[in-house]
Structure formats: structure tokens, C-alpha cells
């Protein structure tokens, strides 16, 4: 008597699985273009509909633009560099002469009202004054000098500060910065106006190409935040030029002319874009 073969469970698992695997890649194969790619559209769901876009998907492009905008404000502070230099026939004569001219500055800028903490030593050499004849060279002197970084200095009280130093013992003036205390306020309304310029710009760009604008979907910041500064170097360089008796019979509060510092910021805003409704 023949014995019944009972029918495989695992074997009819395989087959259904290889048969639905072969369909798939058939109708992959099928919406390949001809170079075996398959193309597909990016879509996204619509903004609700308190952003004035129907509640529709549409195609995921964007317009970018880069808006710059600046805004001009007045310094009313100001950080000065200079320094004491001073010439000695003995090393150890020239660093006590130095420091005793140096402290007489610093207890100027005391009695003038401002704070130590805005004083700094910021700079301090010697070296050798050499006297070349021939071939041999000969030390006739030192030399030394001490740069001090003064901040937080009042711009109406620039020019009298100045003046006093120099009678205290300053003979060079390295440089003058000026700077604006409103610096924050300035900067984030620059920005605003770059936001505002930038929505301008690209409405006219939807618009030339027949689309409408939607959502902002990015901004990038590309300027540097820093503090707004304008560094006087033509002062400084004249004052340097004009040596310390010039230096001193010269200076007056009229070579103060901070002018003004422009805040400029640069941005770069991406829009979403839809065509335009028919």
C-alpha cells in the first residue's frame, strides 16, 4: 500500500514569499527611468491655515535671499593706548625712572575719575641704545617703555584726559578707539531692518516667478556680533610723527572727532515658494 505524502507548511511559506518578492521587483523595475533611477518628488504637508496656505501639500522649493542692512550710531566711549617711554644711561636708572613716570599717569587718571580697573599695563620693553662707529658698536643708554590700555573713557572727557596725560608724562599715543555703548540695540535693529528688506526682496522674486510666498524655513546669521569700534589710527599716527614736544603743545579736545560707527549686519533668509493660484 502507498503511503500518503503529507503536504510541506514551510515549503508553501517559500513559494508565497518568493512570489510576492519577484512582483515587487517587477514593478520596481517597471518605474525605473532609463537609467535605472527612480524619480520621485519631495513633497511636505501644508502650514495650517493661519499661514495663508491651503491646507494642500506642495512642492518643497525655496527662494533665498541675503539682505544687509546697517544703522548709524554716535560713540560716547572710548579706549585709548599709550605709552611712557623713557631714555637712561644705566638699565636699572631707566626702569625707575619708567615705573615713576608710569605711576604718575596712573594716579592722573585716578584724580580724573576713573576707576583702576579700567587701566592696564598692556605693553613693557628695554633694550639697549647702541651707538654704531665702524665696525664696533657701543651702549650709550637704555630704553624702556610701558603701554597702558585705558577703557571706559567718556567721550565729552576724551580730549581733557588726553591733554592731561601728556603733561603727566605720556609721549606716545598709540591709538584711540571709539566705541557705543548702545552696541545691542543698534545691532538687533539692524537686524530687524535685514528681515524686513530681505521678506521685500524675495516677494519680488515670488512674484517675477510666478509663485507665491510662504513660511520662513531658515535664516543664518553670516556677520560677525562684536563691539562696534572705529580705531582713530590718522591720530594717532600724527601724534606719533610729531614727537612729544609737538605732541604737547598741539593736542587739544578739538583733535577728538569721533564721527560716527555704522552697525552692519548681512543675512541670508530661505522662503518656502508655491506656484501661484490660477
Do not use: H, W
Not at 580697573?117 to 624702556?144: C, L, W
Not at 581733557?160 to 605720556?170: H, M, Y
Amino acid at each position: 500500500m502507498k503511503q500518503q505524502t503529507k503536504p510541506n507548511p514551510f515549503k508553501k511559506f517559500f513559494l508565497l514569499t518568493s512570489f510576492f518578492s519577484a512582483a515587487i521587483l517587477y514593478c520596481t523595475a517597471c518605474g525605473n527611468d532609463s537609467n535605472g533611477t527612480t524619480p520621485s518628488i519631495e513633497t511636505v504637508q501644508a502650514a495650517p491655515p493661519s499661514a495663508g496656505i491651503p491646507d494642500s501639500t506642495y512642492y518643497r522649493d525655496t527662494i533665498s535671499v541675503n539682505s544687509s542692512e546697517k544703522v548709524a550710531v554716535i560713540p560716547d566711549i572710548a579706549e585709548v593706548v599709550y605709552a611712557v617711554r623713557t631714555e637712561a644711561k644705566d638699565a636699572a636708572g631707566c626702569q625707575q625712572q619708567n615705573n615713576a613716570d608710569v605711576n604718575n599717569v596712573i594716579n592722573l587718571l585716578k584724580s580724573l575719575g576713573i576707576e583702576e580697573t579700567a587701566v592696564r599695563t598692556s605693553d613693557y620693553y628695554m633694550y639697549p641704545i647702541y651707538n654704531y662707529s665702524g665696525n664696533t658698536q657701543k651702549i650709550t643708554g637704555y630704553e624702556a617703555s610701558t603701554s597702558l590700555t585705558v577703557s571706559k573713557l567718556a567721550i565729552d572727557d576724551l580730549g581733557n584726559v588726553l591733554a592731561k596725560s601728556v603733561e603727566a608724562g605720556i609721549n606716545n599715543i598709540q591709538s584711540i578707539t571709539y566705541m557705543s555703548s548702545q552696541y545691542d540695540e543698534a545691532y538687533s535693529d539692524a537686524l530687524k531692518l535685514a528681515m524686513r528688506s530681505a521678506e521685500t526682496k524675495a516677494s519680488a522674486l515670488a512674484e517675477a516667478g510666478n509663485c507665491s510666498l510662504g513660511n520662513v524655513v531658515g535664516v543664518r546669521e553670516n556677520s560677525n556680533y562684536g563691539e562696534a569700534r572705529y580705531t582713530d589710527n590718522a591720530l594717532s599716527s600724527k601724534m606719533r610723527e610729531a614727537g612729544s614736544l609737538a605732541l604737547e603743545s598741539s593736542l587739544d579736545e578739538s583733535a577728538v572727532m569721533p564721527g560716527e560707527i555704522n552697525i552692519e549686519v548681512n543675512i541670508t533668509v530661505d522662503y518656502l515658494i508655491r506656484p501661484a493660484t490660477p
